[in-house]
């Protein structure tokens, strides 16, 4: 194998071990259907994975080091170090469309495009700046008859929303 | 018994006094509105205010350590956030008002100064985010991006709040115009001048604070109109915890923040 193509393997086998490792507050989707893994780069015979954090007080972002680092020690990538960068910010759309589905199968309503938020917070009238969420569907039985019950959720990512055609409570994932 | 811990002294150049205001503004906010947990007035709410605090926590983190390397002697957040002596902390006075009713040191705060205070810091940190998302420091750029997005949230969720109360019942618009009295004094503080941010201006560190005014009481006004209160008049009265010189309330807080890593050096769980 030449020395490119065992570099690739050894960054494929890194990436395919991060899709095993959960987001330890929200386990049905991984940090990769996340979109918080920016980058693998390989250094000599060790690995660096460059994570971008959700929210700046997100409990879960020591957690998610430890288990990436855990994982690819696991899979004989290591050494490993996990760095972390800020910019650009993280947002909900790069969570992958395997993500979402999987969040909506879980019974969390995914994210509506950060843009089409950001565009509508922007068409408001002068009048206020107060929370309009956009339309939000039911990820248990599809209506758009929902209602937003609390702003905030169990989780700094989340927002508590109910359906009024199914009456059930759902936690809609916020977009960012 | 352990040894208790000795403050830290920092060398406090320019530019680490402007960005230890807005990392302890939003350090001492986030403890204000750590009191609430297990205290608000519904769960929802409860919830909401931790959480607000967990986001501020989180930017005052990526602050201080901010700071250990501007200001050169290697100290991380935990000391910068639990080993300073009061005189140099460099909040906005107002985050330190009591804003609950019970607080064990402060009566005479309510959930309204809470709401009220959320909106008039939230509206405050989002302009500064913003603009300081352009500053020539680029790791200060980049805290600005992350948090600017949580401060909108923060501002519009307040927003909901003021208006609640202000157009809601005699006794809930009586105690937020109550607060709203209690907080303007402290507003001016808010877009003052001095040599710290002249230099920030002229270095492209960030904004001055007289720069934000004009936005913030834009946005101010139109939700407080919203909730059917006039935009106070500004006073005379110029608080003084950015420059270090706090109200009385500032040594109960330290002392409950501080208590544990000054008897427990290094202490971690």
Redesign the interface.
Known sequence: MSAAAARASRIDAAWAALDAVPDPEVPAVSVRDLGIVRAVLEHGDGIEVVLT?T?????ATEVIAESVRQALIDAGLGPVTVTHR?????TTDWISAAGRARLQAYGIAPPCAAATETAA?AARP??????RPLRVVCPRCGSEQTER??????T?CKA?HRCLACREPFEYF?P? | MNAVAASIRLHVTLPVQYVLRIADTCLIHAQRLAEWCGHGPVLEEDIALTNMALDLLGQARALLSHVGRLEGQGLDEDRLAFLRDERQYFNLTLVEQPMRRSSAHAPGGDFADTVLRNLLLATWLKGLWTRLGASADAELAAIAGKAVKEARYHQQHAGDWVVRLGDGTAESAARLHAALERAWPYTREMFSRDAVDIAAEASGLGPARDALRDAWLTEVAVVLAEARLAVPAETAFLSTGTVGRHSEHMGFILAEMQSLQRQYPGGRW
């Open positions: 954090p929210y700046s007080g997100c409990p800020l910019a650009p910010p993280w917070a002068a009048g206020t700046i107060r929370i019950l609390s702003a905030f959720g169990s700094a508590l916020k960012i």
